[in-house]
């Protein structure tokens, strides 16, 4: 069993001050894999103020110089991307299919970052001002469990492209994979204090960081509930916010799609990363009177969504993260039966012969209501519900009728027809006929409209959000 009682602070790897642990169990066998010590306010404070004094001199460097450590940081990730997936297989529970994407591509942000940095004017004449796009300050980095690494490099990135220097909260969930992070960030050769990384629980050490007069912005992904809670608290300190939060995402499958591979590309989005993916689609349209075809095409397509040990390379979907989100799945499927809703495949319970870890079954709902639980809700586990719609105008209502606006997703052969509709969904994204184009060297962005948070990643749009323009007249 690992043991994992350190953090990155000041260019080191310091013990932690706190005292309590958290064993990290393999999802796919329940094994304790490793033992992790939680830091706690003390170990932020630590952190912070190595960051306060390495922004001295980091907010100064010259362009020239953040592109360097960009790049040294990609090449540090990069030379360990086999350890970097199989860690991730073994602590989260990650696919073959995924498990590259996400590794290469958490690398890959660092490449496109130093792009960006040439796209962006950071000093400009605006009538009689002079112009200058300042870094905001001490980043506070708060990541989820279900890309860990990537999350935390979308956020690096363009933090220290911006000349920010950062404390990283990760989840707590994710301690090994983060273990192997930091190695390579020491590794990179990045000055001491600039990035900092502890590691501990949400209230302790990620209440620390957002509510620390030190810390001059809050960077978050994670749910919607929490969010609140950062900005709330990042609120009596006027800290910068972003917010990337959850989602219910519509997948629309328009009428002229061809059926087999809106199929194929509707459980693509819905059961990415093993179902826990933020943008996943699991509302899904279907025109009414395509309903029973469109049924008989998922049937067909879902036998290639084989679950088992993520480790064997035809599995397509993994275990869930832990015990916790395993029983909240079940609960939700369970909750989907109780309000009226119809198992197309799928249900309740274990798939045969992979009770030994958290295995849910790929679950498709169909007779569902945009007003029940299983339509409202982020599930965040393999689980869809289908809903019928009468006409386009019809299916864009249903689509927007959400508290979340993360993404949308649509199936058509039209492609004119499909941004036309896309036009019209409240969403930060929205795929037409594809899967991913996230990691779109032009920086496109990402992010949430409502209760999906506030804010963009990637390219110049996230790179903005750490940087603060001052004008000076003269
Ligand atoms: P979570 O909100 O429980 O935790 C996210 C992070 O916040 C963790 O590091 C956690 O320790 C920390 N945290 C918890 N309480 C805190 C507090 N009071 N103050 C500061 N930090 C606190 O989310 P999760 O379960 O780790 O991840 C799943 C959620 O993340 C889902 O809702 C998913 O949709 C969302 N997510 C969103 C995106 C996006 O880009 N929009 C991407 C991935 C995941």
């Not at 932690?16 to 999802?27: A, F, W």
């Not at 192997?180 to 050490?205: F, K, Q, R, T, Y």
């Not at 025109?287 to 879902?302: D, V």
């Not at 997703?409 to 969904?425: H, M």
């Amino acid at each position: 069993m690992k043991v994992i009682k350190q953090h990155y602070i000041n260019g080191r790897f310091v013990d932690s001050h706190g005292t309590e642990t958290l064993d990290i169990v393999n999802p796919t066998n329940k094994t304790v894999i490793a033992r992790l010590t939680l830091g706690d306010e003390q170990d932020a404070r630590d952190a912070i103020g190595a960051a306060k004094a390495a922004f001295q001199t980091y907010s100064k460097t010259s362009i020239e110089e953040r592109k360097d450590y960009l790049q040294r940081l990609h090449d540090a990730i990069a030379a360990r991307t086999d350890e970097h997936i199989a860690v991730r297989t073994e602590e989260y529970g990650g696919v073959a299919r995924h498990n590259r994407f996400s590794i290469e591509g958490a690398a890959k942000i660092f490449l496109n970052m130093k792009k960006t940095l040439d796209e962006v004017p950071f000093v400009k004449k605006v009538g009689q001002a002079k112009v200058t796009l300042k870094p905001v300050g001490v980043a506070g980095l708060i990541t989820p469990w279900n890309s860990a690494i990537f999350m935390v490099c979308n956020k690096l990135a363009p933090a220290l492209a911006a000349g920010c220097t950062v404390v990283i909260k990760p989840s707590e969930l994710s301690a090994m994979q983060i273990q192997l992070l930091m190695e390579c960030i020491d590794s990179a050769g990045v000055p001491p204090g600039v990035i900092n990384v502890v590691n501990g629980l949400g209230h302790v050490v990620g209440n620390e960081l957002t509510t620390h007069p030190d810390v001059a912005k809050v960077s978050f992904t994670g749910s919607t509930i929490v969010g609140k809670t950062v900005m709330r608290n990042a609120a009596e300190t006027m800290k910068r916010v972003t917010l990337e939060l959850g989602g219910k995402s519509a997948h629309i499958i328009l009428d002229d799609a061809d059926i087999d591979q809106a199929a194929e590309f509707v459980l693509s989005a819905g059961f990415m990363n093993n179902g826990q993916a933020c943008i996943s689609g699991t509302r899904i349209l279907v025109p009414e009177h395509k309903l029973e075809a469109i049924k008989a095409a998922f049937l067909r397509a879902m036998p290639k969504w084989k679950v088992g040990n993520p480790t064997e390379d035809d599995i397509v979907l993994g275990p869930l993260v832990t015990e916790k989100q395993f029983n909240r799945v079940q609960g939700y499927i369970q909750k989907g039966i109780d309000e009226g809703a119809e198992i197309l495949a799928g249900g309740v319970g274990q798939p045969k012969g992979l009770e030994a870890g958290f295995f849910t079954k790929p679950t498709i709902f169909v007779n569902v209501t945009n007003d029940m639980t299983i339509a409202r809700e982020e599930i965040f586990g393999p689980v869809l519900s289908v809903i019928t719609y009468k006409d386009d105008g019809d299916a864009v209502r249903i689509a927007n009728d959400s508290a979340y606006g993360l993404q949308g997703w649509i199936s058509t052969t039209n492609l004119q027809r499909g941004q036309a509709l896309a036009d019209q969904i409240e969403a930060g994204v929205v795929m037409v006929n594809q899967v991913f184009n996230l990691f779109d060297e032009a920086g496109a962005p990402a992010g949430g409209v409502k209760q999906s948070g506030i804010g963009r990643e990637f390219g110049t749009y996230g790179l903005s959000s750490y940087l603060e323009p001052q004008a000076v007249f003269f």
